[in-house]
């Protein structure tokens, strides 16, 4: 057998061509999403009692976050409350 016939060789070009075009036409790739928490304290009103409460960026829950499979998440956690926290997703 010496190389491929040429009808195998089109078929090859064809499947790339197609291959190629058809990744292009996926949505954008994966991105990078970046997001600033501010953690601190604020006195809340919740069922007419005062409570401090530790918030982030102003707010309970925190802010969602909104990602594609594949993107990178970048998070600055700035730490104002006055005590060592952790955050979890
Ligand atoms: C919450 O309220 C208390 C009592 O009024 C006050 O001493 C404290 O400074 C307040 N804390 C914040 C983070 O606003
Ligand atoms: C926070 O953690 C550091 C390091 O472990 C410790 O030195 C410090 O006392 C902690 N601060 C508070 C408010 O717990």
């Keep these: 057998m010496k190389g491929w016939s040429l009808p195998t060789a089109a078929a090859v070009v064809a499947a790339t061509i197609f291959f190629s ?4 036409a996926l949505p954008a790739a ?17 069922l007419c009692k005062e409570t401090l409460v530790t918030v982030v ?3 309970v829950p925190g802010p969602t976050i ?3 499979e594949g993107d990178s998440v970048i998070i600055h956690v700035v730490n104002k409350s006055p005590h060592n926290i952790t955050i979890h997703w």
């Design 66 to 68: 909104e990602v594609t």
């Design 30 to 46: 994966s991105a990078i999403v970046e997001h600033t928490f501010v953690v601190s304290q604020m006195n809340m009103t919740h």
């Design 21 to 24: 075009l058809s990744t292009m």
């Design 57 to 59: 960026n102003g707010q």
